[in-house]
Structure formats: C-alpha cells, structure tokens
C-alpha cells in the first residue's frame, strides 16, 4: 500500500515568490492535514481538509491557503513568500476526520526562500 | 502558555534503562493524546495513542494519562540505542479540535 506522497520534495523560492504543494494521501484515507516544522517552533498545524472541505484551520495569515479536490488530494499555496517561510511542509493523510490523531505523514516538501 | 509543553531535553539514559517523557497540555477539555517518533530527517510516526485515564501498554512502551492533571507521559523499558529519535506529544480535541504537537523531547539512548 503506498504511502503518503507529497511533491516537490525540495524547491527554492525568492522572497515574493509563491509555491504550490501537492499531497496524495494513503488510498482510502479521506482526511489530509498539512503542519508546517521549523526547529524552533515544531510542527505548527496550519489546515485539515476532509470531503473536499477545510474543517479547522491554524494561525497562520492568510498567504498561507489550502483546497482538496474529489480524489482526496490536496493542495497548499503560499503566496508573496517570506524568508520565515523556509520550513519543511508536511502532509498527514488519515482514514477518517475528526477525534482521531492517528496521522500518516509524507516525507515532506522543504521549501527554502531566499 | 503553550498548548502542549514538552521538554526539549536532550534526555540521555543508557542502554536498558526506562525512558521517562512527559508533556503537559493547557486545554482541558482535550480527550486524545497521541505520541509520536521522529527519527533525523525523517517524518513522524505514530507509536502510542491514549484516549482514558490510566495505563496504557504496547512492547516496551506505556502511555499514561492523568486528565486531572493535564498531564500525559511516555516510559520507554529496556531502551535501545535505535530508540533514539525525538518524541512528540499531540492532543486532539478541546475547543477547537485541532491536532496540537508539542516540540518535541529528543531522546539519545547511549549504548
């Protein structure tokens, strides 16, 4: 059973610049989050999607949006990107939404802004 | 106050010794707890998953939850060195019901 896969795993962006991330989750799972993982702030939630809708979103401003489409798969963007930006970017798929905290996390897109 | 303490540690025990990690969370209405792994540039996977009051035991590793006390640990028997990783606390619910992680406790079993 493959596993969660997200893409780009590594990409370089300029300050302004905007990223698109992809995530497929696990097949049958119908719930993706993304975290956000600095080394000093740790893993910093930023949206869980469930049937195609956003169900809970993190403190994050609004440069910072999100969608899932009919398949599961989803996507996150970040526009006029910031140096702070720099961080790995997980996906966390799971079978179903809600009290459970039983994630499946992608390898992760390190994203660098300079 | 953050919403799931940790200590950053390092925590170095020897090989065979029982680990003790703990964490602490500030909302208490949380009603599941979950801890994770994360071996140096690897993702994060899930170990150990909480939900009542008391103990809660899978191989070497016991989870505890003390809800009175907000409070949720980790002991890991017999450490090995491939124990050695960083361990992250989550809790769901509360409030917002959102997945909060803790920064994590490295832990570094010496052989």
């Known amino acids: 059973k493959a596993g969660v896969t997200q893409t780009p795993r590594y990409l370089i962006k300029t300050r302004g610049q905007q990223v698109t991330l992809s995530c497929s989750p696990i097949s049958g799972h119908r719930s993706v989050s993304w975290y956000q993982q600095t080394p000093g702030q740790g893993l910093q939630f930023l949206f869980e999607y469930f049937s195609e809708t956003q169900r809970n979103k993190g403190n994050f401003p609004g440069r910072f949006s999100g969608r899932q489409f009919s398949n599961s798969r989803s996507e996150m963007n970040v526009s006029t990107l910031e140096l702070g930006d720099s961080a790995l970017y997980l996906c966390a798929s799971s079978l179903i939404q809600g009290m459970t905290g039983e994630l499946f996390f992608g390898e992760g897109s390190r994203l660098t802004v300079l | 106050q953050k919403e799931v303490e940790q200590n950053s540690g390092p925590l170095s025990v020897p090989e065979g010794a029982i680990a003790s990690l703990n964490c602490t969370y500030s909302?208490?209405?949380?009603?599941?707890f979950f801890w994770y792994r994360q071996y140096s540039g690897k993702s994060p996977e899930l170990i150990m998953s909480i939900y009542s009051n008391g103990d809660k035991e899978d191989g070497r590793f016991t989870a505890q939850l003390n809800k009175a006390s907000q409070y949720v640990s980790l002991l890991i028997r017999d450490s090995q060195p491939s124990d050695s990783a960083t361990y992250l606390c989550a809790v769901r619910g509360g409030a917002t019901n959102k997945l909060i992680f803790g920064t994590g406790t490295l832990l570094a079993v010496q052989p």
């Open positions: 909302d208490r209405v949380s009603q599941s």
